[in-house]
């Protein structure tokens, strides 16, 4: 589902050019349920951003979905995201002048989805708000505001959801009720799944834990079938 060969991915600055990724090699199997871990600054989120076509590789070959991103033109790529790609981010980019409704049925308007509203407030009751379809975010917990989120990626049903920190900004029992049903949609949905989280026993949840620091995979660990969690570990 996804093959970063020799990714590189280097960005100006006002004290010249910065090595964000420096010789990504990745391999993610369809159905797989990866997390990415490693401390602030060590490439997590641009790796992400590479994967999801947001960012450019400045070197080497981006291939998701079998996909060649170093082929597709910005308009290309902007259909592959609408057709394949669910993105979760910490904050929940939610538009504030949308219903709950109206937010989740976006991506499935922007698909011609003749039945984009009937989804949406399938999706929405799935995760435990058609009590809320008319409320505006700004109407809504954080908690709350993540399930719409969480709707609103699953909906199209893509082939892989990237989450980034997607319980940063809730509370430890919210956050807690948010991963569980981000790991059961993503099972029932058999969607692959990729999350960066700086919670070392959340990221043991995964089948396999992927390891960064200074832009490089420094451990790409799979998890054995019945291999209890490993002790969470700083960093």
């Not at 099972?187 to 960064?212: K, P």
């Amino acid at each position: 589902m996804v093959s970063l060969e020799n990714v590189e991915l280097r960005l100006g600055s006002g004290a010249g050019e910065v090595n964000i990724l420096r010789g990504i090699d990745l391999s993610v199997e369809r159905g797989e349920a990866v997390s990415i871990v490693g401390p602030s600054g060590s490439g997590k989120t641009s790796m992400i951003m590479v994967i999801a076509g947001l960012e450019r590789a400045t070197e080497g070959r981006v291939a998701i979905g079998g996909r060649d991103f170093g082929r597709l033109s910005e308009d290309d790529l902007s259909l592959f995201r609408r057709d394949h790609l669910g993105v979760v981010f910490q904050s929940f980019h939610l538009i504030p002048t949308m219903t709950a409704l109206e937010n989740t049925a976006v991506p499935l308007e922007l698909a011609g989805r003749r039945d984009a509203f009937e989804r949406a407030e399938a999706m929405l009751e799935r995760v435990g708000l058609g009590h809320r379809l008319t409320h505006y975010p700004g109407q809504l917990s954080g908690g709350e505001q993540q399930r719409v989120a969480l709707a609103r990626a699953f909906a199209p049903e893509p082939d892989l959801i990237l989450a980034d920190e997607p319980t940063g900004n809730l509370d430890g029992e919210t956050g807690r009720q948010i991963i569980e049903l981000m790991f059961e949609l993503s099972e029932a949905h058999a969607t692959t799944f990729l999350l960066i989280t700086h919670d070392r026993d959340l990221a043991e949840r995964c089948g396999r834990v992927i390891h960064m620091a200074d832009g490089r995979i420094v451990e790409d660990r799979q998890r054995e079938p019945g291999e209890p969690p490993r002790a969470a570990q700083a960093g």
